[in-house]
């Protein structure tokens, strides 16, 4: 017996009717491994954190996040990261700064080349993180301490992510027109739907008659 | 979207004895100051637990709350009709990805939570296992379950786990224009010919007795209740959310000219609270356990998505990846 529904696209896949065995445990990764998406609303504002994405790679990941993040609001930047590529420090209290209580060390050899890391703040638990800016270090250590100096000061700060800027998957200024379209459909905004207006004349005709 | 009527059992973890006192009291401390929780700071089994299976079950919701919706839209009447609602279930679907990310930070992965909603281990929100015969009742649920879940959401934004925060602002957020759809629809009809309005008033006299069960039976106030609360893992009891909810929308029900099917349903002037009939919580227990007109449905179009999709994702699948969970 197949599965019979007041749909008829649901009725056309035959599903089984009645007991099933359950499913069997899927894989841990069945559905990928996971990315951190930032996303920037206006060229003027820096980029936020925006949520987590699961995919099998970054260019996927970018595709997801684009779907998940900006399809609804403005947007004119996105950035996608593994998320294991991102180095977390511990999380402060809120109203304190977390480089004071961090035991930050440069390695003492510098054996690596220099290269760019991104540095994200969060400025208050439950809020998002944001980029702050770009330092240039040989290690993830050595670029929380240049982060430290050069934008310590903007407490509170209560976590700091650092990712290598290689590992950044950024939008293209070829890809802005990506987002061009999202204002023009109105019908996803609530300001679209005059219902009040409907409901006035509505009332009006019917005041004499009774519900 | 659909974060409705959570109950709220005791668990193994209530024992709060079992806990480090001085851990405890600096996490107790750290909720009464105001400040959120982050994924790597210390909390007790029973509020890790508790939010896993909140977070959890708001997730299914939303992924099965997309199904009667979603089954509308290629008979959704008109183009632009078809455009929003197609919008709003890509809306919903959204949400349950922002939640599951939310719950795994917490620990379990995304895939368990699939298995569990599948095998029919976890729960979903029970009015998704009652059937949307016409295009009113999507209507219905547009407007008057959307307005329901947001009064949960609403409240739960406030809640002390970040990630959940988090994910509540972008939902509520994209949830503004779901209720003004619903409602624009559902007054179009009210207002339209008495067909259209004998189609509505149909339809809302289907899901109110369900609408009623959304928020939960009324709160055993226990010990636990108590503690769930002073932990903001539960910001308001199911009778409160219900009474927001009959105030803020039986009114407008009524200006539609529309009649709740409840003879009992009345404002009480004296107390400010509403009086209604008690809704059927055995029929409620019974839809909740698997014996509704649509749960079967329900799962069987999600298990097929999940196997019919299992190639494409094995297919994409990088063998040297390994399972990372989202950090916020």
């Known amino acids: 017996m197949s599965l019979k529904s007041l749909d008829p696209r649901v009725t056309r896949l035959h599903l089984p009717d009645g007991e099933v065995p359950p499913m069997e445990e899927k894989p841990a990764l069945d559905q990928f491994e996971t990315y951190e998406a930032f996303h920037q609303k206006k060229e003027s504002t820096p980029h936020a954190y925006a949520g987590p994405v699961h995919a099998p790679n970054e260019d996927v990941a970018f595709l997801f996040a684009k779907e998940q993040y900006s399809r609804r609001f403005p947007c004119v930047s996105l950035w996608v990261v593994r998320t294991e590529n991102i180095q977390v420090t511990p999380y402060a209290n809120d109203g304190e700064n977390v480089y004071d209580i961090l035991r930050v060390e440069a390695p003492a050899t510098q054996s690596e080349q220099p290269e760019p890391y991104e540095i994200f703040h969060l400025k208050k638990r439950g809020k998002a993180h944001t980029h702050v800016g770009r330092v240039v270090a040989t290690s993830y250590q050595e670029a929380l301490q240049e982060a430290k100096n050069q934008f310590g000061d903007k407490a509170p700060i209560v976590n700091v992510w650092v990712v290598k800027s290689k590992d950044v998957l950024q939008s293209a200024e070829d890809d802005k027109d990506m987002w061009a379209t999202t204002p023009d459909k109105k019908y996803r905004e609530a300001i679209a739907y005059k219902v009040m207006d409907k409901i006035t004349k509505y009332k009006e005709e019917n005041k004499n008659t009774p519900a | ?328």
């Open chain 2, 1 to 328: 979207m659909y974060g409705g009527g959570n109950v709220f059992e005791a668990t193994k973890f209530d024992d709060l004895q079992t806990e480090d006192p001085a851990k405890l009291a600096e996490f107790e401390a750290r909720i009464a100051r105001g400040e959120k929780i982050e994924p790597t700071d210390w909390m007790p089994q029973l509020y890790r637990k508790q939010l896993i299976r909140m977070i959890e079950q708001h997730a299914h919701s939303e992924i099965i709350g997309a199904l009667p919706e979603g089954t509308w839209i290629t008979r959704a009447p008109g183009f632009r009709r078809k455009m929003a609602q197609m919008a709003k279930v890509q809306d919903e679907v959204g949400h349950a990805q922002l939640l599951y990310s939310a719950a795994e930070t917490l620990g379990k992965s995304r895939e368990q939570m699939l298995t569990d909603l599948i095998n029919g281990k976890s729960k979903y929100s029970n009015v998704f296992n009652y059937p949307a015969f016409t295009w009113a009742d999507s209507n219905i649920i547009s407007w008057l379950i959307d307005a329901g879940a947001i009064v949960n959401q609403m409240a739960n934004a406030k809640g002390s786990y970040g990630p959940y925060s988090r994910a509540l602002e972008r939902i509520c957020a994209e949830e503004a224009f779901h209720l003004k759809y619903g409602h624009d629809a559902v007054v179009h009809l009210a207002t339209g010919t008495p067909k259209q309005r004998e189609m509505v008033q149909a339809a809302l006299n289907r899901w109110w007795p369900p609408i009623m069960t959304f928020f939960g039976p009324s709160d055993k106030m226990s010990t636990h209740t108590e503690t769930l609360m002073r932990w903001k893992v539960k910001m308001a009891s199911n009778d409160d959310c219900r009474q927001q909810f009959l105030d803020m929308y039986v009114p407008k029900i009524w200006e539609l000219g529309l009649t709740v099917p409840d003879p009992n349903l009345k404002k009480n002037a004296e107390t400010g609270q509403w009086e209604y009939t008690e809704p059927d919580w055995d029929e409620f227990k019974r839809v909740i356990n698997g014996d509704g007109p649509c749960n079967a449905e329900r799962l069987a179009v999600r298990r097929t998505a999940e196997e019919r999709g299992a190639w494409v994702r094995h297919a994409l699948l990088n063998p040297k990846a390994k399972y990372v969970r989202p950090l916020a």
